[in-house]
C-alpha cells in the first residue's frame, strides 16, 4: 500500500550499501532518502528499481537527446554502465512530457519495474535525473527505491557568485563547480569578471583589457587587505583570463545543465583593472597612477570610469556588443557598487556632464552612466542587473534587477517598491567569504561569521514585505568573494558544504526544511563531493565557546551548529575523549582552568579539539562600566582573543578616537600590574593605542593617575598581524580601575589606508 503525500513528516529511507533489492517488509527498517535540496512532496513506496549495466532510457522527443546524454554519460563513469537510449514505449526508464507541469517541475515515479519522469520541459528532465543520481548507491546491488516525488523549486533565480577578478579560478574548475550546481538545482551561475584586482574575460576589440588587465603585481606573504598598490613599471606576475573559445565552452556546459551563466562588467568602480590598460577613460584629473591592484587599493579604488567622457561609453558599448555575443544569458550585471564620487566631485568633464543633463548630484550622475549603459543592454533585447547601490539615485534603470547586498540586503526593496525585480544575497547570510564556523580554526578572511546554519536558516522573506514587494523577489545568491583564496581547494573550501544549504534554501518550501535530515544529508552528499576531488569544510561539528562573567563567576557555554553531536570536554589537560564527561549546560569556573572539548559521533572525534585556557585574576569576572564599547564582557572573562579581531573575543568602541572603562575590582585590594591585551592588525587599520592612562580609586568617584603607556611615534601604525600585552607595574590599592585610552588616530600616508581613523581592539585587563 502506498503512503499518502506527505508534505512535512516524510518517511524517510536509507540507501545504504547493505540494503538488499528484496521488497521491503513491514519489519525491515525504512531505508533513509538523501535528496538536496529536499522535495516538495515525496510519496514511498514498496519495493526497488534494480538498476543493471543494460537498463534503457526512453526519448519522447529529440530535444530531450543532451539531458539524457548527459545522464547516460555519468553512468558510464560513475558506474561503468552502458545504458542505452530507445524509444520511451520500451524503455525502463521513461521520460514523458507533461505540458501541465511548470517549467522545472517534474515528476519522478520509481516502482519495481520503471521509472517515469514527467516534465513540460528539459529542465523538469534535468533536475528528475539529479534526483535520481542522488538516490542510486554508489555500489552494487544498484537498487533504487520505489518513491514518488512531486517536485518544483521555490525560486525560479537559484544562484551563485563566484569573485574569478580577485582570484582566477581556472576554466576546469569552474566547470566542475558548474557540475556541483547542476546536481544541486542552481541554476545561475554569476560570473563577476572584472574587478580592480583583474580583467579575466578576453575582449578581442581591446586586447590590452587582457595583456595588462589580467596581470598583477604579486605581494608574498601579505593578505589581501595588507598588500601595497603597485609602482608604476613593477613587473607583474600573476595573472588569469578565460579566452572566448573558454567562455563559449563555459556557457554550452552550464547551458547543458540547465545553468545560465550571467557576466558581470563591474562599472563605474572596481574598474582599476581596466582602467590601467586604458588610462583615458579615468577622468582627466585622476592624480595617481593606475594601475592592477593586488590588494584594497583604499585609495586607488577611488579610480573609476568617467562618466563625461563619450569615449567610456562607446567604448563600453564595444565591450558590452562582445559580452553579449558570448553569453546568451537574459541578464547582464553591470556592477554599480561602491563607486567613490571624489574624481567625479572634481572632473570637469563629469560636472559638464551634470550640467548639460541637468543632474544636482554624482549619486544621479551613477544613475545616468548606469541607465546609459542599461538601455543600450536593453536596446539588444537583455535585461541589465546591478547591485544596489543602484537605488541610491532618483531614477533606477527602467526594468534592471537589483540585487541586495549590504547588510540583510534592505536596499533592494526601495526598487522593489518601484516594481523593479530583486535577488536577494545579504551579506550577512549569503556572502560565503564570511567565516563558516568558530574563527579559532578557520582559515583567516573578513567580517564575521555566516555558519551552514545560517544559511540555512536564511528566510528572504521577512514578516512585514508587503505581498507587493515578495512578488518581485526572483529568488537567492550565495556570492564568493575571493580576496582571501589562493587556490582552488580555498575556493571548495568556502563554496561546500554552504552550497548544499543554498540549494535547499532556495527550491525549498520552508514548511519542507529540517535542519536535523538535511544535515543526514549532508553527510551523504560530502561523501559524493569527497570522490570528485572536492574536500569540503567540516566547520560545521566545530565548538564555539563562550565565556561570561556572571555573580563573580565565569559561565562556559560550549555550542556546536550539529544537533546530532555530543560535546565531551575535560578541564584536566588531558585531551577529551569518547569517555570523557559530556557536556550539557554551561560550566560554572571560579578559578585557573584549561578547558578542552570536542564533538564526538558514535565514539568518533568528529570536529576539532578546542582548547583553550581561563586565566583567574582579580578582574575576572568583575563588572566593567563603559560607553558604547561592543562586547566589554570580554574584557574580564579571563579568555584571550584569537589573531581575528573579529572572534568574538575582542573588544572594541564605536569611538576610535578615545574610549574609558572603570572595573569594579568588588573590593579594596593592593594591586601592582596591569595588563592589557592589544592586537594590531595592519591590512585593516587595528593599531595600538597612541597612549593609555591607568588611574586608581577607592570609591568610584576620585581617581588618581597610577601609570601611562605612550607607544613610540614610530611603532604606532605597525605593520603585520599581531597580539601583545602591554604592562603597566605599580604599588596601589584600590577598588575602581580606570582605563582611559587614546586611539592612534589616522593612518600616515605611508600606510596601506592613508587617511584612513584607525581603530583599537582589546582582549582582557588582567590585574594583579
Ligand atoms: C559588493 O559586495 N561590493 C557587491
Ligand atoms: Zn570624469
Not at 516524510?10 to 517488509?25: D, E
Not at 525502463?92 to 517515469?116: C, F, G, N, P, Q
Not at 526593496?413 to 564570511?434: E, F, N, S, W
Not at 570528485?532 to 562556559?556: C, D, Y
Amino acid at each position: 500500500m502506498r503512503e499518502t503525500f506527505l508534505s512535512i513528516s516524510i518517511r524517510i529511507f536509507l540507501v545504504s550499501l547493505a540494503w538488499s533489492c528484496m521488497p521491503l517488509k513491514a519489519a525491515q527498517p525504512s531505508p533513509t532518502i538523501h535528496l538536496i535540496p529536499q522535495p516538495q512532496e515525496i510519496q514511498v513506496g514498496e519495493g526497488t528499481f534494480l538498476f543493471s549495466p543494460s537498463t534503457t532510457i526512453g526519448v519522447a522527443h529529440p530535444s530531450q537527446q543532451p539531458v539524457i546524454q548527459l545522464f547516460v554519460d555519468a553512468l558510464r563513469r560513475d558506474f561503468g554502465f552502458t545504458s542505452k537510449m530507445v524509444s520511451t514505449d520500451q524503455a525502463d526508464i521513461r521520460i514523458i512530457t507533461d505540458s501541465s507541469l511548470a517549467d522545472e517541475s517534474y515528476i519522478l515515479d520509481v516502482d519495481t519495474k520503471h521509472i517515469t519522469i514527467r516534465s513540460a520541459g528539459n529542465s523538469g528532465v534535468f533536475y528528475a535525473i539529479q534526483s535520481l543520481r542522488q538516490l542510486m548507491p554508489t555500489q552494487s546491488p544498484w537498487c533504487v527505491p520505489a518513491v514518488t516525488i512531486k517536485d518544483s523549486p521555490r525560486f525560479g533565480y537559484r544562484g551563485v557568485m563566484i569573485d574569478v577578478a580577485r582570484f582566477f579560478t581556472p576554466k576546469d574548475h569552474l566547470l566542475q563547480i558548474i557540475d556541483c550546481m547542476s546536481m544541486l538545482k542552481l541554476n545561475r551561475l554569476h560570473l563577476h569578471l572584472t574587478d580592480d584586482n583583474g580583467w579575466r574575460i578576453e575582449i578581442k576589440r581591446y586586447p590590452r583589457l587582457t595583456s595588462v588587465g589580467s596581470k598583477r603585481v604579486v605581494r608574498p606573504g601579505k593578505l589581501f587587505p595588507e598588500r601595497r598598490n603597485p609602482e608604476p613599471g613593477e613587473p607583474v606576475y600573476e595573472k588569469g583570463f578565460y579566452t572566448q573559445t573558454d567562455i563559449r565552452e563555459i556557457v554550452s556546459y552550464a547551458a547543458a545543465r540547465q545553468i545560465e551563466v550571467i557576466p558581470e562588467i563591474d562599472l563605474p568602480a572596481h574598474s582599476n583593472a581596466a582602467l590601467a590598460a586604458y588610462p583615458a577613460l579615468k577622468c582627466p584629473v585622476v592624480d595617481q597612477p593606475t594601475g592592477v591592484l593586488p590588494g584594497l587599493g583604499v585609495a586607488r579604488a577611488k579610480i573609476i570610469f568617467c562618466a563625461g567622457n563619450d569615449s567610456v561609453y562607446s567604448f563600453l558599448h564595444n565591450v558590452l556588443d562582445e559580452v553579449m555575443e558570448l553569453f546568451p544569458s537574459h541578464y547582464i550585471h553591470i556592477g554599480g557598487d561602491e563607486a567613490d564620487k571624489t574624481y567625479w566631485k572634481r572632473c570637469p568633464r563629469c560636472q559638464a556632464r551634470m550640467k548639460h543633463e541637468h543632474i544636482t548630484n554624482e549619486e544621479d550622475l551613477q544613475g545616468y552612466f548606469m541607465s546609459q549603459l542599461a538601455q543600450y543592454i536593453r536596446s539588444k533585447g537583455r535585461k541589465v542587473i546591478g547591485w544596489d547601490e543602484l537605488t541610491n539615485s532618483q531614477t533606477l534603470p527602467e526594468g534592471a534587477v537589483i540585487f541586495g547586498w549590504r547588510g540583510m540586503g534592505q536596499a533592494a526593496l526601495k526598487a522593489a517598491r518601484q516594481g523593479h525585480p530583486i535577488v536577494m544575497t545579504p551579506a550577512q547570510k549569503l556572502y560565503l567569504i564570511r567565516y563558516q564556523g568558530p574563527q579559532r580554526f578557520e582559515p583567516i578572511t573578513y567580517f564575521g561569521n555566516n555558519t551552514l546554519k545560517d544559511v540555512y536558516d536564511y528566510e528572504p522573506v521577512q514578516r512585514d514585505w508587503t505581498s507587493a514587494i515578495t512578488q518581485q523577489l526572483l529568488g537567492i545568491q550565495g556570492s564568493l568573494w575571493t580576496e582571501f583564496c589562493q587556490t582552488t581547494a580555498d575556493v571548495d573550501y568556502l563554496l561546500f558544504p554552504r552550497m548544499l544549504a543554498l540549494a535547499e534554501t532556495a527550491w525549498t518550501m520552508p514548511v519542507h526544511k529540517d535542519w536535523n535530515r538535511f544535515l543526514k544529508a549532508t553527510d551523504n552528499y560530502c561523501e559524493q563531493l569527497g570522490n570528485m576531488g572536492i574536500v569540503p569544510a567540516r566547520s560545521m561539528f566545530n565548538i564555539q565557546e563562550s565565556v561570561v562573567p556572571h555573580n563573580g563567576k565565569l559561565q562556559v557555554a560550549l555550542d556546536c551548529i550539529r544537533p546530532d553531536v555530543q560535546i565531551r570536554y575535560t578541564l584536566d589537560g588531558t585531551p577529551p575523549s569518547p569517555t570523557s564527561p559530556l557536556y550539557t549546560s554551561p560550566l560554572e569556573v571560579s578559578t585557573d582552568v584549561t578547558i578542552q572539548a570536542a564533538t564526538f559521533r558514535d565514539n568518533h572525534q568528529e570536529g576539532e579539539t578546542l582548547s583553550f585556557p581561563i586565566h583567574w585574576n582579580k578582574a575576572t569576572a568583575c563588572p566593567i562600566k563603559t560607553m558604547g564599547a561592543t562586547l566589554p564582557y570580554t574584557l574580564t572573562n579571563g579568555v584571550r582573543g584569537t589573531m581575528k579581531y573579529t572572534d568574538s573575543e575582542w573588544c572594541s568602541w564605536n569611538n576610535t578616537d578615545s574610549a574609558s572603562f572603570i572595573i569594579d575590582l568588588q573590593r579594596i585590594q593592593p594591586i601592582k600590574y596591569i595588563r592589557l591585551g592589544c592586537i594590531n592588525n595592519y591590512g585593516v587599520a587595528v593599531h595600538r593605542p597612541a597612549q593609555i592612562d591607568v588611574l586608581a580609586s577607592k570609591d568610584g568617584r576620585k581617581f588618581r593617575p597610577i601609570a601611562t603607556y605612550q607607544c613610540d611615534e614610530a611603532d604606532l601604525f605597525a605593520d603585520g598581524t599581531f597580539r601583545e600585552d602591554l604592562s603597566f607595574a605599580f604599588q596601589s590599592k584600590a577598588r575602581y580601575v580606570k582605563i582611559q585610552v587614546r586611539g592612534a588616530g589616522i593612518c600616515p600616508p605611508s600606510h596601506v589606508r592613508p587617511g584612513q581613523k584607525s581603530r583599537f581592539f582589546f582582549d582582557e585587563v588582567i590585574v594583579e
